[in-house]
């Protein structure tokens, strides 16, 4: 198992959601019989002397900037499940610890290299994210955690066997779940888990019962709880509820980045591409205001998320401030990653996928079109709009291999491989043209005048369906019209008439 400790996890958040707060002296309190009493303090804070569970008018007493919030459990365990499923991408399960750790199931270690490379990702998935992260890998619960809280260094790999050595020098403290079984042992004079566990069994049962003899044998690395992995929420979903209601769309903003990124997080922890998005603003009194929110590529990076909700938001009009943020991932797919190929340009594709998503939500899913192949050999008629859908992503070698089996053994020339962008919908309109006396085109009247033929290439033959009732053969030309541009014409076999049926952009 590792265990992944997040030293003051509800302070670092609360400074990651409010970077004002970064290097400011801070407390988190909570209620204790009637009385507001430190739950966590920053760096700054504890350097001025402000300890845990000292009461808020003390603290503030000892420092009056001293900056103060309140505790929220339940934010603060749906922080931490969150920031857990982030590194599901190096692990089969997880099992919170709150306030501010979580066990992980260390059992795939050797698709990192070793232990050390597992430990090596866990605490840079942690620095991604924002957070500060003490990982320690042992064969037990209570040695994991009690080493990632208690011990020092910064990183620590206990071999089976070897737990009781390495828990002997903590002290009593780390046993946090027999807080009487600990006060019992330093009334006695003991100070260390080596210390008691180098005690009898029969004393510690004489004087202390049970619960002695299993802190005992927690001390001697005699741990036998099993991990038992979180379930995972079915829908990926974040909430905010806003300190104080936004009126405007900057502090919205503010407040989703870190929801996007905390989505976007366990979305790549899941091995999932988000595909529709719904973002509810809880306006106060009025109720719940939906924003869908339709992605042109799955995805899961947070800053066109981010991108594409500033530019839905900026065309929102409110009657009531926002009290309560929730972004809930509608439709996801598999994210197996991508492959790039030498020469794609990602910031170029970046953009296109943000102009194609603002498209789809602005003016609605039916905007987009996709084209879906029709089983006619027709140029007009192989392919028919269909509605848009987010190609599911693959690795970019399958995705290549595919095109690549698609293509002919001797390539034709690259002209023949270009079809115009705009095809007449029917089979082409006659056009009236000038041949010279060779037979070859001169001059074709299009769009009300004559036009030169400034170059021509061809023939292209195209044919098929000789065994329905309406069989085809053309032959077809990319013809460059004087004032127009290059068009896509042709003949029929037999028959000397010409049509215009595409141009090229």
């Not at 013809?479 to 049926?501: I, K, M, Q, S, T």
């Amino acid at each position: 198992m590792a265990y992944v400790h997040l030293p003051r996890f509800p302070v670092q958040r609360r400074v990651l959601e409010e970077p004002s707060l970064g290097g400011q002296p801070l407390v988190l309190v909570h209620e204790a019989k009637g009385t507001l009493r430190v739950a966590f303090a920053s760096g700054a804070a504890q350097r001025e002397g402000i300890r845990t569970g000292m009461t808020l008018t003390a603290a503030r007493a000892l420092l009056p900037a001293l900056r103060d919030g309140l505790v929220d459990a339940v934010a603060e365990a749906q922080a931490l499940s969150s920031l857990a499923e982030a590194f599901l991408r190096y692990s089969p399960g997880f099992m919170p610890s709150a306030p501010d750790g979580l066990w992980l199931d260390a059992s795939a270690a050797s698709l990192f290299g070793d232990e050390t490379g597992l430990v090596d990702r866990l605490e840079a998935q942690a620095r991604a994210a924002g957070y500060r992260a003490r990982v320690v890998l042992a064969s037990e619960l209570f040695t994991a955690r009690a080493l990632a809280r208690y011990g020092a260094g910064t990183r620590l790999c206990v071999a089976p066997g070897d737990s009781e050595r390495a828990l002997a020098g903590l002290p009593l403290q780390a046993l946090e779940d027999a807080p009487d079984v600990v006060a019992s042992l330093r009334a006695l004079g003991l100070t260390t888990l080596g210390e008691l566990g180098a005690l009898l069994p029969t004393q510690v049962i004489a004087r202390l019962g049970a619960q002695g003899l299993r802190a005992q044998r927690l001390a001697r690395g005699q741990d036998g709880a099993r991990l038992l992995p979180a379930v995972l929420p079915e829908v990926v979903e974040e909430v905010r509820t806003l300190e104080a209601p936004a009126e405007s769309l900057e502090p919205l903003l503010f407040s989703l980045k870190s929801s996007l990124d905390r989505l976007s997080a366990r979305l790549r922890g899941r091995q999932r591409a988000a595909v529709r998005l719904t973002l509810t603003l809880v306006l106060e009194p009025t109720g719940p205001y939906a924003v869908p929110l339709a992605l042109a590529r799955p995805t899961t990076d947070p800053k066109l998320l981010l991108d594409l909700v500033r530019h839905r938001l900026e065309s929102v009009r409110l009657d009531a401030p926002v009290a309560t943020l929730i972004v809930t991932v509608n439709e996801s797919c598999d994210d197996r990653g991508q492959q790039g190929v030498l020469g794609d340009g990602p910031a170029g594709d970046a953009a296109l996928e943000t102009v194609l998503a603002r498209l789809a939500t602005a003016l609605g899913p039916e905007a987009l079109g996709s084209p879906v192949l029709a089983d006619d050999h027709r140029p007009e008629a192989a392919h028919a709009p269909g509605p848009f859908h987010p190609p599911r992503r693959e690795p970019g070698m399958f995705a290549e291999a595919r095109r690549a089996q698609t293509l002919r053994t001797e390539p034709p020339p690259e002209w023949q491989l270009e079809r115009p962008v705009r095809l007449l919908a029917r089979e082409g309109e006659p056009i009236d043209v000038e041949l010279d006396p060779l037979g070859a085109l001169r001059s074709a009247r299009v769009l009300g005048r004559r036009r030169a033929v400034l170059a021509i290439a061809g023939p292209e033959r195209l044919g098929g369906q000789w065994w329905s009732e309406a069989p085809f053969q053309r032959d077809y030309y990319r013809v460059h019209l004087e004032g127009l541009g290059p068009a896509w014409v042709y003949r029929r076999a037999g028959e000397g008439r010409f049509y215009l049926h595409g141009l090229f952009d």
